[in-house]
T-cell receptor, first 115, second 115 residues
Framework: KQEVTQIPAALSVPEGENLVLNCSFT??????LQWFRQDPGKGLTSLLL?????REQTSGRLNASLDKSSGRSTLYIAASQPGDSATYLC??????????????FGEGTQLTVNP | GAVVSQHPSRVICKSGTSVKIECRSL??????MFWYRQFPKQSLMLMAT?????????EQGVEKDKFLINHASLTLSTLTVTSAHPEDSSFYIC???????????FGPGTRLTVL
């Protein structure tokens, strides 16, 4: 059974700082890994999806990496802005069409970027 | 990206009544949809996997007679909370898998409050 852990649980940084959010997973037979953003009381917004054959994905100021052998993924946010304040969730996905195809979520990292 | 809608966004009901929540994929066909539950300050917990034209698969500990799921078309899945009680109050989020990319797109969520 896949288990996903995120550290830190909360992070507060000044505006402009580069930061890294960490995600670890127990089952290296992961099919893909997704990073999401959730604003208070809202649904999830998909940020980046990394397939198991990939090592990283980039979108604007965001860069996500995946290391299956060590069971880790990181989300790098460059030049953070107050608008980046939200909870960031990572989720590991299993092979589609199998019993393990569901997404397993971490507990999230609550990020606050102070002006 | 693909859009998933949920209706209603917020519902308040009396204990003992039933509530239906709709999840729609607006611009793609989703053979698989997922229903999650999220308590305050916690991550998403998968309740069930909804497959078009077949019975939903429920996670351990989720009462299938309590949470009725119907996936009658490739763009619509419904979750009915039957005989709701205050402990059913939560944030319910659905997602739909886009087969070509295997990305799960999430709805905006439904806040259920049972008085």
């Amino acid at each position: 059974k896949q288990e996903v852990t995120q550290i830190p649980a909360a992070l507060s940084v000044p505006e402009g700082e580069n930061l890294v959010l960490n995600c670890s997973f127990t089952d290296s037979a992961i099919y893909n890994l997704q990073w999401f953003r959730q604003d208070p009381g809202k649904g999830l917004t998909s940020l980046l999806l990394i397939q198991s054959s990939q090592r990283e994905q980039t979108s604007g100021r965001l860069n996500a990496s995946l290391d299956k052998s060590s069971g880790r993924s990181t989300l790098y946010i460059a030049a953070s802005q107050p608008g980046d304040s939200a909870t960031y969730l990572c989720a590991g996905g299993g092979l589609p069409g199998t019993s393990g195809s569901r997404l397993t979520f971490g507990e999230g990292t609550q990020l606050t970027v102070n002006p | 990206g693909a859009v998933v809608s949920q209706h209603p966004s917020r519902v308040i009901c009396k204990s003992g009544t039933s509530v239906k929540i709709e999840c729609r994929s607006l611009d793609f066909q989703a053979t698989t949809m997922f229903w999650y539950r999220q308590f305050p300050k916690q991550s998403l917990m998968l309740m069930a996997t909804s497959n078009e034209g077949s019975k939903a698969t429920y996670e351990q500990g989720v009462e299938k007679d309590k949470f009725l799921i119907n996936h009658a078309s490739l763009t619509l899945s419904t979750l009915t909370v039957t005989s709701a009680h205050p402990e059913d109050s939560s944030f319910y989020i659905c997602s739909a898998r886009d087969p070509p990319t295997d990305t799960q797109y999430f709805g905006p969520g439904t806040r259920l409050t049972v008085l």
